[in-house]
């Protein structure tokens, strides 16, 4: 665990609970599928699966097509 105080970043631990929120199988990784819903749940309806796969595309750095939490964390610190 990091304490570093006095920056600007964002919460972690609100983070967490987004990243909860979108994690609907709780196996610890974002999928496109997940993601899609989670944007559809937020008004996004426009939002295809495909479109979905392109989103964590590029913010998947080990290319296993799925956000960790350490992928989503480091995209929002970007
Ligand atoms: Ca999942
Ligand atoms: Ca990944």
Redesign the pocket.
């Known amino acids: 665990m990091h304490d570093t105080r006095g920056g600007p970043v964002a919460d972690i631990e609100e983070a967490r609970k987004q990243f909860e929120r979108?994690?609907?199988?709780?196996?610890?990784?974002?999928?496109a599928a997940?993601f899609k819903t989670a944007l559809a749940q937020g008004g996004d309806w426009n939002v295809t699966e495909s479109v979905a796969e392109a989103i964590i595309a590029r913010r998947d750095l080990d290319g296993d097509k799925?956000l960790s939490f350490d992928e989503f964390w480091a995209h929002l610190n970007k």
């Open positions: 979108i994690d609907t199988d709780d196996d610890g990784f974002i999928t997940e799925q």
